[in-house]
């Protein structure tokens, strides 16, 4: 077996397994409060796993370490979030409100990309339909949006931490994206027509 095919297989492993623990904590909670706010979250991890499985391969993929830092740093510490049995800052029904906000710009950009949905920055072909005509990354902007729900309605300082390095390393690895994705004339395009990267109007 070759070391690419080793590589792919690992990812997918550990992806199905952070998948895992998540679930087990978040259905924990649900079980125990009635809050439906980290369901949402599994929901939307749920399709990172099954378009995990079925993606085409990449014409080019970035493999330098620091795009193997950002995406696991990414991917990862999400699963490290725990539940806060001392309530949210907010009633539930406003975070899960917000949380299907999220999760539904996540299933729009990942619905959209299909098979080209990726982990690790690569180029699976260019994808400028759907919400991807508002921002170069609606499924990261569903990330921090369902992230942020989350730590309103679980408030821990771990949560903070947590999300400080999920959310840079999400940043940073939809930077890496563009920056291997510029060398394409028609993703140049589609940055000239889309110039937001999350936030219309922000950033």
Same mark, same amino acid.
């Given at each position: 077996?070759?070391?690419?095919?080793?590589?792919?297989?690992?990812?997918?492993?550990?992806?199905?397994? +952070?998948?895992?623990?998540?679930? $087990?904590?978040?259905?924990?909670?649900?079980?125990? *409060?009635?809050? $439906?706010?980290?369901?949402?979250? @599994?929901?939307?991890?749920?399709?990172?796993?099954?378009? *995990?499985? !079925?993606?085409?391969?990449?014409?080019?993929?970035? /493999?330098?370490? %620091?795009?193997?830092?950002?995406?696991?740093?990414?991917?990862?510490?999400? !699963?490290?979030? /725990?539940?806060?049995? &001392?309530? #949210?800052?907010?009633?539930?029904?406003?975070?899960?409100?917000?949380?299907?906000?999220?999760? !539904?710009? @996540?299933? !729009?950009?990942?619905?959209? %990309?299909?098979?080209?949905?990726?982990?690790?920055?690569?180029?699976?072909?260019?994808?400028?339909? #759907?919400?991807?005509?508002?921002?170069?990354?609606?499924?990261?902007? #569903?990330?921090? &949006?369902?992230? %942020?729900?989350?730590?309103?309605?679980?408030? /821990?300082?771990?949560?903070?931490?947590? +999300?400080?390095?999920?959310?840079?390393?999400?940043?940073?690895?939809?930077?890496?994206?563009?920056?291997?994705?510029?060398?394409? $004339?028609?993703?140049?395009?589609?940055?000239?027509?889309?110039?937001?990267?999350?936030?219309?109007?922000?950033?």
């Amino acid at each position: 077996m070759s070391r690419e095919r080793v590589n792919e297989l690992a990812s997918r492993v550990v992806i199905v397994v +952070l998948f895992t623990a998540l679930s $087990i904590n978040l259905l924990g909670d649900f079980l125990r *409060t009635g809050h $439906i706010t980290g369901l949402f979250l @599994i929901a939307s991890e749920a399709l990172v796993v099954i378009l *995990t499985i !079925a993606r085409r391969p990449a014409s080019l993929v970035d /493999r330098s370490f %620091l795009a193997a830092i950002v995406t696991f740093a990414s991917m990862a510490t999400p !699963a490290l979030l /725990r539940s806060a049995d &001392t309530g #949210g800052l907010v009633p539930d029904a406003a975070t899960a409100l917000v949380s299907m906000v999220g999760l !539904a710009l @996540i299933i !729009a950009g990942k619905l959209t %990309l299909g098979r080209s949905f990726g982990l690790v920055p690569a180029n699976r072909g260019v994808v400028a339909r #759907g919400p991807y005509t508002f921002v170069r990354h609606p499924i990261y902007a #569903g990330y921090l &949006t369902t992230h %942020l729900a989350f730590l309103i309605a679980h408030p /821990r300082p771990w949560n903070l931490a947590v +999300l400080a390095v999920a959310d840079t390393a999400l940043v940073l690895r939809a930077l890496r994206e563009e920056r291997l994705l510029a060398a394409d $004339i028609e993703y140049e395009a589609y940055c000239s027509r889309v110039g937001w990267h999350l936030v219309p109007g922000v950033f």
